[in-house]
Nanobody, 123 residues
Framework: QVQLVESGGGLVQAGGSLRLSCAAS????????MGWFRQAPGKEREFVAT???????YYEDSVKGRFTISRDYNKNTVDLQMNNLKPEDTARYYC?????????????????WGQGTQVTVSS
């Protein structure tokens, strides 16, 4: 079993930055691929970024060059640095963990989910 707790959300103006953090406990964190997803009101949950056990990362096209996913094996955390935020980035952001070392952009590939943290970007 894996427990995931997100933090770092908030309200920011367009062009600003936020850093989300996800603290993982339980299963061996270093063996798990991790991901960030988001869900805006009235929309389906969508992929944002993922990172494999070895640190290889992938991003959704609209966040490439603005968001960076990283992980700290000592702290058992995975962060999402979000720069140049846009109003369309407004959503609840969820951290997720796989029972696999390989990164994936598919929601169904993830076994564990956090409760999410709200990000609101004003124009």
């Amino acid at each position: 079993q894996v427990q995931l707790v997100e933090s770092g959300g908030g309200l920011v103006q367009a062009g600003g930055s936020l850093r989300l953090s996800c603290a993982a406990s339980g299963r061996a964190f270093s063996n798990s691929a991790m991901g960030w997803f988001r869900q805006a009101p009235g929309k389906e949950r969508e992929f944002v970024a993922t990172i494999s056990w070895s640190g290889t990362s992938y991003y959704e096209d609209s966040v490439k060059g603005r968001f960076t996913i990283s992980r700290d094996y000592n702290k058992n955390t995975v962060d999402l640095q979000m720069n140049n935020l846009k109003p369309e980035d407004t959503a609840r952001y969820y951290c997720a963990a796989r029972a696999s070392a390989w990164a994936s952009f598919e929601l169904k590939a993830y076994n564990y989910w956090g409760q999410g943290t709200q990000v609101t970007v004003s124009s």
